[in-house]
């Protein structure tokens, strides 16, 4: 498959390629939590997409191209869970076979939701073992092709679809723009289209506190990773630096914002009690970020994306009935 970087044209091209595929996800309003903010919030709801993230507009962008002698050697992917899931829905409806490499530690429904889409799993220590090399190795090994979860032109771009619906669906300009990060893959998306579409824009990046990597980056301006540290109940978000071909791309940022657990928990609780969703805590950050006062959102038009619902039974509970302290 002939390689490119990235680029707005590439994202209109992805449009057309998982059209009728893909679920067009909703834009929604809440006036509860307008009135919370003092502004209006359009929330991009992804954890009503196909296996329950935004992954599988990258995912299905990229192995849909696959020629038939790549699809009979199958895909091998690595993933925490929803570009996992993505990889494994996708290679199901093209009938390639798919192997995903996942840390050990993924939340279970996540693991489970690969295997129910027909994925073989293989388990890592995120700690002391690459996933990089896990795959690579195990690509080699069977002729089969890579697909990665952001360093990827066609996972980029089918990312960036996400916000070309978000600006067809709004009805106001919107002031700022608030979107999780973990490698950058949707963030990346997202700005090749805002840069094109509405550059005034304000874009901004949410992190969880101890995987600041695009913040870090941001403030040094250069591609930079965090040291080691903690968990964090965002398991979507925790790679160690932002990718090589999401990095440049996501140099246009208006600027990063961090948030607790704690206060993603929160973020959690407010949208199941009183906007009546269920959100992952990686897929919750931007609520998280507006509702903790991260961002003034007073009489502004603010669009957040609400990336996934794949949230592990047990925690989802914990942090529900407020037993999760953070």
Known sequence: MTTHLPSYEGVLDAARQIDGVAVRTPLIES???????GGRVLMKAETLQRAGAFKFRGAYNRISRLTPEEQARGVVAFSSGNHAQGVAATAALVGTPALIVMPSDSPRVKVDGVIAFGGEVRMYDRWTESREAIGAAIAAERGSVLVPPFDDPFVIEGQGTTALEILDQADAPLDQLLCGASGGGLMAGINLVMAERSPSTAVFVVEPEAFDDTARSLAAGERLGHPQGPPSICDALMAPMPGVLTWPINRRLAGAITVSDAEVAEAVRF?????????????????????????????????????GGNVDPGLFAEIIEGRFAG
Do not use: D
């Open 271 to 307: 949208a199941f009690r009183h906007l009546k969703l269920v959100i992952e805590p990686g897929g919750a950050v931007s609520l998280a970020a507006l509702l903790a006062g991260k961002v003034e959102a007073q009489g502004l038009t603010t669009a957040i994306v609400l990336s």
């Open 31 to 37: 006036p509860a939590l307008n009135a919370v903010v």
